[in-house]
């Protein structure tokens, strides 16, 4: 029941004026006496190891992960955690091999690296393309689920909470990155405590159910002997769902494909580490891989006590439509709406933190991309760093009205966490190669990365759709096998036009970017904190698999 009790309005309360007045503390405090737009959209030099780890956990996790991560496990089970398990080992991978890079040649933006290592039409191609998937894409969907989730939990409309978040979004955005980085440290702690506290209401329940009171080990035994199903980490062909997780795609295949070019080449997701030196970096990324293992606790696990409670009788009116219809992303709402007076609130600030903070993240990044390379690019060469902050935050008012304009278009998704993955799996594979070639290859020519930049979404389209056209006479694949047939496809192209019209000695010098082997050297508490990330995943797909 979509009511709340006035201890969690007064929890609710504490959060937001938490938030906002750490958020003014520290823009007052570390506010610089001019202003710098290096400052603004990096934090440059001022987030320590702990706030880049926070700020890079809280900027992913949000309203796809609690609603969409959990009606993934109601529907699938605990394979929709390859997402989140193996991100921990792709960030060990970024960490040690990608971030020196961008650190060594002084990168502040993906289009600015396209623009070093190729030429200014791959780079603004690019930035044009990420600017619509974030904007198009990532923030609708947050603020749709969030909206959603919120309004069916509090008694507030879609439409005020579609406002609601995206006016404190801007309100924490317009400070810039050292704001955000800063608060979202506290934000994630909020989400993982109000999110443990929904997992283990769920337990709870699913062990009161089945006599045994409120015990959580019980719990976990019930979702064993009732739904043996729900926990293998590597689907079989004979899997309904083997078309959104097929196989050992999630290990090798398209899985590693999206977590590399998401957590490697992504502006709202590597701008956290830009502005840091290489060692506190890759602490604050190895933080945020052990947060990572985490995440499935308190975003799937609930999804999948629900299943069987749902299985058993319970909760049929509540995971259900107006049509009828069984829509598994009511799993996380219907939980909260169980919570006592108080946690609830405790539950409500965790969820709203999670989908501020992201929504947050990706605005500035938008921003960013907008103001140093179209803008500055395009239309004013000669912007003072005064100017390029006044647009950046402009910018980001006008992407979340928009944002929250087509968010309401959303309404018709099943599993809006699957849809997701899927449209921005349209670009990844390509940007991962253009990234990867450019990076490790220098042979690799401007006409090779341009190719790469056009042809990345036509070719996962002509994957999508060609078994339609042909009335199945071509292989319908897995989307994440369309994934890593797409990124094959792209190198291969890249590779070719590259051996075959090679750019010359000078050309190479001149699209160049530094990378040697000391880049790649590591301490000793980054191996060892690696091996024990490493060995806990490998004996969770061992257990589950």
């Known amino acids: 029941m979509n009511t709340l009790q006035s201890a969690d309005y007064i929890v609710f309360l504490i959060y937001f004026v938490i938030v906002t007045s750490y958020g003014m503390y520290i823009y007052r405090s570390k506010k610089n006496a001019t202003t710098s737009s290096n400052d603004y959209f990096l934090a440059e030099g001022s987030l320590t190891w702990w706030a880049i780890g926070a700020s890079l956990i809280a900027s992913n996790i949000s309203a796809e992960h609690f609603i969409g991560m959990s009606g993934s496990g109601f529907a699938i089970g605990l394979a929709i955690a390859s997402y989140e398990w193996m991100s921990a080992a792709t ?7 990608i971030l020196p890079v961008y650190l060594k040649n002084k990168i502040f933006t993906m289009p600015q690296f396209l623009a070093k290592r190729y030429n200014g039409t791959v780079s603004t191609i690019m930035a044009i393309i990420w600017l619509l998937i974030y904007v198009f894409v990532n923030l609708t969907s947050i603020i749709y689920l969030g909206a959603l989730a919120i309004s069916s939990i509090a008694p ?3 439409q005020f909470c579609v406002i609601g978040l995206s006016v404190f979004s801007v309100i924490v955005t317009l400070g810039g990155m050292k704001v955000i980085g800063y608060t979202d440290m506290f934000q994630v702690i909020v989400l993982i405590l109000g999110g443990l506290v929904t997992t283990y209401l769920s337990l709870t329940l699913l062990s009161e159910q089945f006599g045994f009171g409120k015990d959580i080990l019980k719990g976990l035994s019930v979702i064993a002997d009732e739904a043996p199903g729900h926990l293998h980490m590597i689907l079989d ?15 090798v295949g398209g899985m590693l494909i999206n977590n590399l070019a998401y957590w490697g080449c992504n502006q709202y997701i590597v701008q956290r580490a830009l502005g840091a030196d290489l060692k506190t970096a890759r602490k604050g990324i190895l933080f945020a891989a052990f947060l990572k293992l985490l995440v499935p606790i308190i975003a799937v696990l609930p999804g999948i006590a629900m ?44 969820l709203t933190a999670a989908i501020v903070a992201s929504l947050a993240g990706k605005a500035n ?23 390029l902050v006044l647009t950046g935050r402009g910018c980001v008012i006008v992407c979340m009205i928009i944002a929250a304009v087509v968010a309401p278009q959303l309404k018709s998704l099943d599993q809006a ?23 490790f290859w220098k042979k690799t020519t401007p006409a090779a ?5 056009l042809l990345t979404v036509p070719i996962a389209a002509v994957l999508k759709f060609l078994p339609m056209w042909t009335n199945g006479a071509f292989p319908d694949y897995p989307f994440l096998d369309r994934m890593t047939i797409s990124f094959f496809a792209i190198v291969i192209l890249m590779v070719a036009i590259s051996l075959l019209n090679p750019s010359t000695e000078e050309q190479q010098q001149s699209h160049s970017i530094e990378v040697d082997k000391s880049m790649f050297k590591v301490s000793s508490e980054f191996i060892i904190g690696s091996f024990i990330i490493s060995g806990i995943l490998v004996a969770l797909y061992t257990v589950f698999w």
Do not use: C, W
Not at 310 to 322: K, L, P, R, S, T
């Open 417 to 439: 966490y699957q849809f997701i993955q899927e449209y921005v799996g349209f670009f990844s594979p390509g940007v991962l190669a253009i990234f990867l070639l450019g990076m």
């Open 365 to 387: 990044s938008i921003s960013t991309i907008f103001s140093l390379d179209i803008y500055k690019k395009y239309f004013n060469r000669d912007a003072t760093e005064k100017k």
């Open 307 to 350: 299943y069987v409670m749902h299985q058993n009788g319970m909760f049929q009116q509540e995971m259900v439509d107006a049509a009828g219809v069984l829509k598994p992303d009511h799993a996380y709402p219907t939980l909260m709406n169980l919570l006592p007076a108080g946690l609830k609130g405790v539950a409500l600030a965790a």
């Open 156 to 158: 507030v409309s879609f």
């Open 237 to 251: 062909k004979s899997n309904p769902h083997y078309a959104e997780l097929p196989g050992m795609s999630v290990l």
């Open 91 to 97: 960030l060990i991978v970024v960490a040690m091999f």
């Open 449 to 453: 990365g341009l190719a790469g930049a």
